[in-house]
């Protein structure tokens, strides 16, 4: 697993112990939904898995031999 994924995981984790949103002086700070969140790191991760290909390689197969 890449650097990169781990840490959205922590995020998420810690988003998900964390509270929704948070007021201090006159200042609202709001996260994004869990569900957001794990909607994204699915998206990423489907994202990634098509830049390395399916692993499948189409080819026209010739019998020399056989009229």
Same mark, same amino acid.
Request: charged share 30%; hydrophobic share 30%.
């Given at each position: 697993?890449?650097? &990169?994924?781990? &840490? /959205?995981?922590? !995020?998420?984790?810690? &988003?998900?112990?964390?509270? !929704?949103?948070?007021?201090?002086?006159?200042? !609202?700070?709001?996260? #994004?939904?869990?569900?957001?969140?794990?909607?994204?790191?699915?998206?990423?991760?489907? !994202?990634?898995?098509?830049?390395?290909?399916?692993? /499948?390689?189409?080819?026209?197969? &010739? #019998?020399?031999?056989?009229?």
């Amino acid at each position: 697993m890449s650097e &990169n994924q781990e &840490n /959205l995981e922590e !995020k998420i984790r810690q &988003n998900a112990t964390g509270p !929704k949103s948070v007021d201090i002086d006159g200042q !609202k700070v709001e996260q #994004h939904s869990i569900a957001d969140q794990i909607a994204a790191d699915e998206y990423l991760a489907k !994202k990634k898995a098509l830049r390395r290909g399916s692993g /499948l390689k189409i080819t026209k197969l &010739n #019998h020399s031999g056989a009229v």
